[in-house]
């Protein structure tokens, strides 16, 4: 399967594109070009043995210049970047895995949708934690409002580069509505300075540059203030290989899809589970 991996020299990016070249059943042949707008155009990055040219923003001339668009994409860019990319994606018919969180979430699966293409898009890749938030989704359609009263806070860190809140966390917000929780995506609490995960939240020093640590606390009041029943729900990702790996199962599930002639169709990584 030939793929493209967009987003260098990020290093979600560079870490899926290591994934894929050492793949143990050599099952993706790696494009040597990227997109990003982190890129000044025509500068070559060389990362594990490979030369990879970059470019600036999706560019169809660019595109059509190459004479095959036969291949799939890997998108780790940037959020304000995620709706152009996809745009782009869709218009040429380039099936993708997108793993960038933020922009308009549901212009982008309606984009889709309208397309001739397929994607898998997920806020997080991690197969564990989709499992999570699969068991999640299931709590609240059979058990709605049975936390009813329970107060929520969700604390979420990742590295200093990361721009948004997390993707995941965001989602479990709605997860946590229809478990009877009055809470926004606002009220998340989003650390990003390395000293207070490091020191406060305990990260490790190696992983300050690359983690996902997340708790979620919901608290019963007795009328004196005093708690009464705590449930608490955390799972701390180190590295960036959690997200990798599930990348690339993604890749054959869509290859699949394309294959049996599927399009305009949107799929998470929940299904990418389940297939």
């Given at each position: 399967?030939?793929?493209?991996?967009?987003?260098?020299?990020?290093?979600?990016?560079?870490?899926?594109?290591?994934?894929?070249?050492?793949?143990?059943?050599?099952?993706?042949?790696?494009?040597?070009?990227?997109?990003?707008?982190?890129?000044?155009?025509?500068?070559?990055?060389?990362?594990?043995?490979?030369?990879?040219?970059?470019?600036?923003?999706?560019?169809?001339?660019l595109?059509?210049?190459w004479?095959d668009?036969s291949?799939?994409?890997?998108?780790?860019?940037?959020?304000?970047?995620v709706?152009?990319?996809?745009?782009?994606?869709?218009?040429?018919?380039?099936?993708?895995?997108?793993?960038?969180?933020?922009?308009?979430?549901?212009?982008?699966?309606?984009?889709?949708?309208?397309?001739?293409?397929?994607?898998?898009?997920?806020?997080?890749?991690?197969?564990?934690?989709?499992?999570?938030?699969?068991?999640?989704?299931?709590?609240?359609?059979?058990?709605?409002?049975?936390f009813?009263?329970?107060?929520?806070?969700?604390?979420?860190?990742?590295?200093?580069?990361?721009?948004?809140?997390?993707?995941?966390?965001?989602?479990?917000?709605?997860?946590?509505?229809?478990?009877?929780i009055?809470?926004?995506?606002?009220?998340?609490?989003m650390?990003?300075?390395?000293?207070?995960?490091?020191?406060?939240?305990?990260?490790?020093?190696?992983?300050?540059?690359?983690?996902?640590?997340?708790?979620?606390?919901?608290t019963?009041?007795?009328?004196?203030?005093?708690?009464?029943?705590?449930?608490?729900?955390?799972?701390?990702?180190?590295?960036?290989?959690?997200?990798?790996?599930?990348?690339?199962d993604?890749?054959?599930?869509l290859?699949?899809?394309?294959?049996?002639?599927?399009?305009?169709?949107?799929?998470s990584?929940?299904?990418?589970?389940?297939?």
């Open positions: 399967m030939k793929v493209m991996v967009n987003g260098l020299p990020g290093k979600m990016a560079s870490v899926v594109i290591g994934r894929i070249i050492y793949d143990d059943y050599s099952r993706f042949e790696l494009l040597n070009h990227s997109f990003s707008s982190q890129a000044r155009k025509g500068e070559f990055l060389n990362l594990f043995g490979t030369n990879i040219c970059l470019h600036g923003n999706p560019s169809d001339e595109l059509m210049s004479g668009n291949f799939f994409t890997v998108d780790y860019t940037r959020p304000d970047a709706n152009a990319n996809a745009d782009f994606y869709c218009r040429n018919k380039l099936p993708f895995v997108m793993g960038t969180t933020g922009g308009d979430r549901i212009a982008l699966e309606q984009r889709v949708s309208d397309s001739d293409t397929v994607a898998v898009i997920a806020p997080n890749m991690a197969k564990q934690v989709v499992a999570f938030q699969a068991m999640m989704k299931y709590g609240a359609e059979t058990f709605p409002d049975v009813a009263g329970y107060t929520l806070e969700i604390v979420e860190s990742h590295q200093k580069g990361k721009a948004d809140t997390s993707g995941t966390a965001r989602a479990m917000v709605e997860y946590f509505n229809r478990l009877g009055p809470f926004t995506k606002e009220q998340i609490v650390v990003r300075d390395p000293e207070v995960q490091e020191q406060v939240l305990g990260v490790p020093r190696e992983h300050l540059a690359g983690h996902g640590w997340h708790t979620y606390r919901l019963s009041r007795d009328e004196d203030g005093g708690n009464r029943v705590l449930f608490q729900f955390t799972h701390n990702l180190n590295g960036r290989r959690p997200y990798a790996e599930p990348t690339l993604a890749l054959t599930f290859e699949k899809k394309v294959v049996a002639g599927e399009k305009g169709k949107v799929y990584m929940i299904d990418v589970l389940k297939g």
